[in-house]
């Protein structure tokens, strides 16, 4: 991460203020500020030339007052255990604002997945399932997909972990394909959901969602939908952009098209209408609505003065730096946290979950309306906390009346445990 604070330091430093701000103990910030365990795996890979070439992953397991420990696997270049504890933290902290029965966990491995055959994969995944098998479990530690994974790679590990217990364990990790006990909703939850938040803070906060314009950054699995259930709730979607670029219509764009244009070709800046800008254009177009879907760290300090949306959906982790929150809030903006507006994808692996272990299953459509008005419960909770701080505590932000509700739910756990 570019700047002056890692990404731990910010979080770190968010929720020391989010202590200060809840009155809760100080003790609360030394438990939460360190992971209770870490495991760091070397995994051996044999690659289709032959060769060996061996990987560094780690598995973060945060916090378990609240239950046990939940959080996704990402696979990327740029992973370091630092990292990773920053994410397993927010997760102890989404898992808490959202009211799920999870302590916070996250796994990471340092690779390209896209340098990888299919087969290389395949052994990587199984490789990790093996190297973190004694530490999880469908009672003690559950992954899920994260940045470069998906439900196939879900799909080998749950097989892997299943050999080695010599049974199938369904709900060790969740976001698995449907045809393996997972649940199709699962492919569109986190964009759903941060529809959702888009929609409950704008109709707050701007009066209305419908004919608002909202522009989506990043065009995967998080991006699409969100740009999908914005227009199908009468938003005007006028820019998408993934790697390749962005494509900008004032006069609106086919969401549904975009995204059968980006199934077919690998690539968005393919549709055929609309004027195509960089990739990060979308952060700037003249839009009410903005949902960062891609990765953290795209709106900074040095870019945020070109950013003209009033809501802000954060549908990807980290996307906004702290500095960059600053400027937004002073010029009036309000920007809906990562651990709510995200969390579609979390509560969804909830909803798997409990099925896995009672192996029963619901339909698309019940599933969907659980999320639903989860999300919009916890959205608007949020909102009222948010509200009500602001009046006694001054200028704070949404994210500072998360992370205090978030923290008060893991603090009361951590009491009536007998931690603290
Ligand atoms: N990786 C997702 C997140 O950051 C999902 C985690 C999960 O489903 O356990 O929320």
Redesign the pocket.
Known sequence: MSGKVSYLQWMLQVLKNSVELGGFPEEVYHILSKPERVLMVSIPVRMDNGKIVVFEGYRVQHNSALGPY?????FHPEVDLETDMA?AL??TL??SLNGLP?GGG?GAVKVDPKKLSQTELERLSRGYARAIAPLIGDLED??????GTNPQIMAWMVDEYSKLKGRNVPGVF??KPPELWGNPVRLYS?GFGTAVAAKVAAEKYLGRFEGLTVSVHGFGNVGQYAAYYAAKWGAKVVAVSDTSGTVYDPNGIDVELAMKVKESTGKVINYPRGEKLDPDASLYVDCDVLMPSAIENVIRADNVHKVKAKVISEGA?GPTTPEAEKVLYERGAVIVP?IAA??G??V???LEWVENLQWYWWSEEETLSRIKTLMENNIKRLIAKYESLRSEKGPVTMRNAAFVLAVERVYKAMKLRGWI
């Open positions: 939940k959080g996704g696997i990402r994410l927010g997760m989404k898992n999870y996250k559950i992954p899920a997909p994260d940045v969740t976001a986190t982790n990562d995200n969390a994808g979390v969804m692996s909830y």
